[in-house]
Structures are given as structure tokens and as C-alpha cells.
Nanobody, 118 residues
Framework: QVQLVESGGGLVQAGGSLRLSCTAS????????IGWYRQAAGKQRELVASIDIDSGGVTNVADPVKGRFTISRDNGKNTIYLQMNSLKPEDTAVYYCKAETVRYMNYWGQGTQVTVSS
């Protein structure tokens, strides 16, 4: 079992920045990939950025946020971060942390709301 707790969401003006955190606990040794997804109202959940731990930390960032968002991790704290810069109103969504394990199990955090005002 893996538990994920996100934090760092909030309300920010367009052009501003936020940093999200996701801390994992439980069977963290079994995680082989971890990342951020988001779901805007009325839309499907989509990948924002991810880290492939099995490949040594290769990151993948979705095109809509490339150049503005950065994913990183602190192994000692079992935490990943999503640094979001130059935020746009279309970035408004609930942001979720997701972990995939070696047994193909997916775990999700509770989500954190990010609202970008114009």
C-alpha cells in the first residue's frame, strides 16, 4: 500500500507561481513511477508531468505546460514537487499525485485545488 498526500494548491493570479508537494508513505520502495495529473471542471484527467524511477529519474512533461512547469523529487523525504511558473487561467484544476508500483497498482492522492485568476 502507498499513501500520497498533496499540498501547496491555492489561488494565484495569472503569471504567478505555485509549488505543489506530494509526500509518499507506506511501501514506497515499490514505486516505479510517480507524477502529477490534473482535472479541470468538465474535463478528463490528464497527465501533467511524471518521473520514471526505474529509468533513473527520467521526466516527462506534457506539452501544454512544457517550459513553465518542472517536476522534481527529494528521495530522502519521499516527496515530489511540481514547480508551476507563468500560470494561466487554463491551468485551473484539481491536481492529483499518482504513484505506480511494480505490481501495476495505481495510487492517488486526495487532490489539491489550483485556481488561476485572470
Amino acid at each position: 500500500q502507498v499513501q500520497l498526500v498533496e499540498s501547496g494548491g491555492g489561488l494565484v493570479q495569472a503569471g504567478g507561481s505555485l509549488r505543489l508537494s506530494c509526500t509518499a508513505s507506506g511501501s514506497t520502495f515499490s514505486i516505479n513511477a510517480i507524477g502529477w495529473y490534473r482535472q479541470a471542471a468538465g474535463k478528463q484527467r490528464e497527465l501533467v508531468a511524471s518521473i520514471d524511477i526505474d529509468s533513473g529519474g527520467v521526466t516527462n512533461v506534457a506539452d501544454p505546460v512544457k517550459g513553465r512547469f518542472t517536476i522534481s523529487r527529494d528521495n530522502g523525504k519521499n516527496t515530489i514537487y511540481l514547480q508551476m511558473n507563468s500560470l494561466k487561467p487554463e491551468d485551473t484544476a484539481v491536481y492529483y499525485c499518482k504513484a505506480e508500483t511494480v505490481r501495476y497498482m495505481n495510487y492517488w492522492g486526495q487532490g489539491t485545488q489550483v485556481t488561476v485568476s485572470s
